[in-house]
């Protein structure tokens, strides 16, 4: 029986770190945005894939404030 706590998910504060880059530019590199070089657009996405890191739904439903989300309520 293993007593290691489960393993969180990386953040985008691990990419960037992995990355060697700031939180700013893994962010412009997903979403398309910013002005980035290739290369490094190239290795923050080879930085998440690495690490298996994707953008958090939930998170992303705070910043736009929208859940795209439709409520059915039976009873």
Known sequence: ?????????????????AANCSIATVSCALNGRGRIGKATRKRVRETCKELGYFPSAAGRNLRSQKTETIGILFY
């Open 1 to 17: 029986m293993s007593t290691e706590p489960p393993a969180r998910p990386p953040t985008i504060r691990d990419v960037a770190r």
